[in-house]
């Protein structure tokens, strides 16, 4: 079911999350399917319907900075930051997962991914869905991402309770991914934030890299 995204439909959408619902919106980068990270039935599904391997760990968006305390533990000195100076933005962070989340989250990598969206709207979105949501992208594993909600609707005709949306997205990239658990920065998906320019900043920041 697609639905305008409004004040109405998001009060809708997130009563589904709170069932454990799916839903899709559009994120600041493209569109992406939302889930209660901590709900268990509620990932396992997500991963059932996107066919994810069981490897890859699943990205959480947060609503505010002071919420990654509720997903990553032993922040490093690098960690924070990045979050300082690249958030709200297209950056994922990935840090050590707290032991409480489920293996469904993490796939057993014990990290978690992190973002932040650029967006006011969009976080203000996931305040109201109770803080956090899954970011995986809405399209089938290895397929390009979803740009609108009727691209949502053709990868996944069943299995989402509803479709916010909220319009094309208009970016062309995915946000980067850089893993910021050990002593030096590892970039695990180049993206709207390009290597050169990470590198640059890492330096200015004085965080060391290989």
Avoid: H
Wanted: net charge neutral; proline share 7%; glycine share 8%.
């Amino acid at each position: 079911m697609i639905l305008p995204d409004n004040e109405q439909t998001r009060i809708q959408a997130a009563e589904i999350i709170q069932r454990g619902g799916l839903i899709a919106f559009r994120t600041d980068t493209f569109y992406g399917i939302g889930a209660d990270p901590l709900n268990l039935s509620a990932v396992a599904k997500l991963r059932q319907l996107k066919r994810r391997e069981e490897s890859k760990p699943i990205l959480v968006l947060i609503a505010d900075a002071r919420d990654v305390v509720r997903f990553v533990i032993n922040r490093t000195m690098s960690f924070d930051r990045c979050a300082k100076l690249f958030w709200p933005g297209p950056l994922t962070l990935v840090g050590k997962a707290r032991p409480e989340l489920p293996d469904e989250l993490t796939a057993g990598t014990g990290t978690i991914g992190v973002r932040l969206p650029t967006e006011s709207t969009v976080r203000a979105f996931i305040r109201i869905c109770g803080g956090s949501l899954t970011g995986t992208s809405a399209n089938l594993s290895a397929q390009p991402p979803a740009r609108s909600a009727q691209e949502v609707d053709s990868y996944f005709p069943m299995g989402i309770d509803l479709i916010l949306d909220g319009g094309q997205a208009v970016v062309t990239e995915p946000s980067t991914v850089i893993d910021l658990c050990g002593r030096e920065p590892v970039l695990i998906r180049e993206g709207a934030i390009s290597k050169e320019q990470l590198q640059a900043t890492l330096a200015e920041l004085g965080i060391p890299q290989s």
